[in-house]
């Protein structure tokens, strides 16, 4: 029932066509009655009555009516095929928004395989319902009704015989509705697991192809694909069991009317034209009740998929605007403030009482070991998560309180974990700053270090890069993605270990440019390599979530700490200047 009022609270948009829809479906229900009656009226009238002049339009209007009926029923089915598709499209729109809307911990614990079964699978069965099952339970339903109504008019000892079986069929179609509804949750969460092997399959081929895993990962997805088969035929077995049974019982119908009907007939208190009105009138009682198995494992399938569709929707992002006045606050000029901020994922502190704070036009550099928590700190002042205690500021005002767009809007951050739309690289570079010109482009590419192969690509700018950027490599991805942020502008430049694979001389360019172009700007560098940080104004040096060192390169170099052993161990007794030249 509950998925039922979900479903109805997009059907009530289109009421007025759903109406119409039932309406149509109620007046075709009725007329259905007409030719049995018709066909006793000829057996009656015509044939025992010898009225020979009333066949011709009891004829015709049997005819009309096969046509009418056709005509209405291809309106209703039209009417509830566009109702569908327009609830569908309006629930996958929802869908879609609610995915922008989730922030990274969600995204963190859901896998993507599940997430699209929803879009797919789900939504599909959605629309099903939505597009035959509704009409079809209704149609049935009314036929049935009419049909007993119709029944009770002619002969109602003959209707009450009847329907002493149907309690029979009410009985097994409710122990099919309750056995059956179980397996299909099954089979959903099935093939949901089934999507997120192929998903994952398919975004980590390489990985699988370069450990020669193709074999273990065909054995894995067989499991699941054998898992998914097992519970479809589960759910088969049980309404195979059931269905017979309800076949059974309407053929059970055939008999009583045929055994009581004759005998009334024989003894003159039925005529032989309503025994064939009866007899004509046996579908519209076997029909429905046959269709009952089906039209019950269509509304199981429904709810199934009803019910994570609407979790889904209803899934709340734990990062949301609030209402404040610092929310209307334009631009910030990138002043930011850690002060004392601790941070954990859910198990255990990630990030411990961070403080320190930065002015527009300087330089930040975060270096540490892997999983010391510099990533972190830097997607705390995104928001991407929230802090668990502390305040993190920007221009003084926590960034809880600002707008989340227009936070984001003044940032941009190179990710280590590159990602490339399949688009030309014009378009990726111009991602976070649609209206750029080309210049501008390609402008962004040359302080990135980029223009130059991208120019030697043979469609150049216009190069269509494959999903994540495939064809290009990991270097010329971080100038892109470099490229994509300088183009933006931003009041605070992120750039998570962004350089990493691109060679030393070129990132020494890149920082040189950097420097002078975003004077006014504040620069964060998540980093692990010495020359990536030795220029920035304050270096923070991370061990298990905390800061242990801080201070300029000369500074740390001096205390001879963590840093000084990092940069003994990158540069060993090299010597940072070569013919006059800084190197390092
Ligand atoms: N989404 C997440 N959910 C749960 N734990 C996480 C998540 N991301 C990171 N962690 C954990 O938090 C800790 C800090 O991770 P983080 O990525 O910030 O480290 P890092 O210093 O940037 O590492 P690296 O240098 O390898 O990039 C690690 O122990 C990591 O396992």
Same mark, same amino acid.
Not at 276 to 289: E, R
Not at 563 to 577: A, E, I, L, P, S
């Given at each position: 029932m509950h998925s039922l009022r979900w479903a109805w609270s997009y059907i009530r948009e289109y009421k007025g066509r759903f109406a119409l829809g039932l309406l149509l479906v109620l007046v075709v229900s009725a007329l259905n009655m007409l030719n049995p009656y018709i066909a006793g009226k000829i057996v009656d009238d015509v044939i025992y009555?010898?009225?020979?002049?009333?066949?011709?339009?009891?004829?015709?209007?049997?005819?009309?009516?096969?046509?009418?009926?056709?005509?209405?029923?291809?309106?209703?089915?039209?009417?509830?095929?566009?109702?569908?598709?327009?609830?569908?499209?309006?629930?996958?729109?929802?869908?879609?928004?609610?995915?922008?809307?989730?922030?990274?911990?969600?995204?963190d614990q859901?896998?993507?395989?599940?997430?699209?079964?929803?879009?797919t699978g789900d939504l599909e069965a959605v629309r099903h319902f939505t597009a035959w099952s509704i009409y079809m339970i209704f149609e049935n339903a009314m036929i049935l009704l009419f049909a007993i109504g119709f029944m009770f008019y002619i002969h109602p000892p003959l209707a009450l015989a009847m329907l002493m079986v149907t309690p029979f069929i009410g009985f097994f179609a409710f122990r099919l509705t309750a056995d059956v509804r179980p397996t299909f949750t099954e089979i959903r969460n099935q093939f949901a697991r089934l999507n997120s092997v192929v998903q994952e399959n398919i975004s980590g081929n390489r990985v699988v192809k370069a450990f020669a895993k193709e074999e273990y990962e065909i054995q894995k997805f067989s499991a699941e694909n054998g898992a998914f088969k097992e519970k479809n035929l589960q759910s088969a077995k049980i309404w195979e069991k059931y269905l017979p049974i309800l076949? *059974? %019982?309407?053929?059970? &119908?055939?008999?009583? /009317?045929?055994? #009581? !009907?004759?005998?009334?007939?024989?003894?003159?208190?039925?005529?032989?034209?309503?025994?064939?009105?009866?007899? *004509? %009138?046996?579908?519209? &009682?076997?029909?429905? /009740?046959?269709? #009952? !198995?089906?039209?019950?494992?269509?509304?199981?399938?429904?709810?199934?998929?009803?019910?994570?569709?609407?979790?889904? %929707?209803?899934?709340?992002?734990?990062?949301?605007?609030?209402?404040?006045?610092?929310?209307?606050?334009?631009?910030?000029?990138g002043v930011v403030e850690f002060d004392h901020v601790n941070f954990s994922y859910g198990e255990g502190p990630v990030l411990k009482d961070i403080n320190f704070k930065a002015k527009p036009g300087q330089s930040v550099a975060i270096i540490g070991p892997t999983g010391s928590g510099k990533s972190t700190l830097v997607n705390l002042l995104s928001r991407f998560y929230d802090a668990s205690s502390g305040v993190v500021r920007v221009d003084g005002i926590n960034v809880k309180d600002w707008d989340i767009q227009r936070l984001r809007d003044g940032m941009a951050m190179v990710m280590q974990d590159i990602f490339l739309f399949s688009d030309t690289i014009e378009g990726n570079i111009a991602y976070g700053s649609p209206q750029s010109s080309l210049d501008s482009i390609q402008n962004a590419a040359r302080l990135a270090e980029a223009h130059d192969f991208i120019s030697a690509l043979p469609e150049g700018y216009d190069t269509i890069v494959g999903e994540r950027?495939?064809?290009?490599?990991?270097?010329?991805?971080?100038?892109?993605?470099?490229?994509?942020?300088?183009?933006k502008d931003p009041s605070i430049l992120i750039l998570d270990d962004t350089t990493?694979?691109?060679?030393?001389?070129?990132?020494?360019?890149?920082?040189?440019?950097?420097?002078?172009?975003?004077?006014?700007?504040t620069r964060f560098i998540v980093?692990?390599?010495?020359?990536?940080?030795?220029?920035?104004?304050?270096?923070?040096?991370?061990?298990?979530?905390?800061i242990i060192e801080r201070g300029k390169h000369t500074e740390l170099i001096k205390k001879k700490g963590y840093?000084?052993?990092?940069?003994?161990?990158?540069?060993?007794?090299?010597?940072?200047?070569q013919h006059g030249k800084e190197v390092i």
């Open positions: 009555g010898q009225q020979k002049n009333v066949l011709g339009p009891l004829l015709g209007i049997m005819i009309g009516f096969t046509f009418f009926r056709t005509i209405v029923r291809y309106g209703y089915q039209m009417t509830f095929e566009k109702l569908s598709q327009n609830v569908i499209f309006k629930m996958r729109a929802n869908l879609y928004d609610r995915l922008h809307k989730l922030d990274f911990s969600f995204y859901t896998k993507t395989g599940d997430i699209m079964a929803r879009m076949d *059974s %019982l309407a053929g059970v &119908l055939t008999v009583v /009317m045929i055994l #009581a !009907g004759g005998i009334m007939v024989i003894h003159g208190s039925l005529t032989f034209g309503e025994l064939v009105m009866f007899n *004509s %009138l046996i579908w519209a &009682l076997n029909n429905p /009740m046959r269709m #009952a !198995g089906w039209l019950i494992n269509d509304v199981q399938r429904f709810i199934a998929s009803a019910e994570k569709v609407e979790e889904l %929707l209803k899934t709340e992002p734990k990062i949301m605007n609030q209402e404040t006045e610092a929310a209307k606050v334009k631009n910030f000029n950027g495939v064809g290009l490599s990991g270097g010329q991805r971080q100038r892109i993605a470099l490229a994509r942020a300088i183009l990493s694979s691109v060679d030393m001389e070129t990132e020494l360019r890149i920082q040189t440019t950097l420097q002078s172009i975003h004077q006014c700007k980093a692990h390599r010495i020359s990536s940080v030795k220029e920035a104004d304050l270096i923070l040096v991370m061990e298990n979530g905390r840093y000084y052993n990092v940069y003994k161990n990158q540069y060993g007794n090299f010597d940072h200047k």
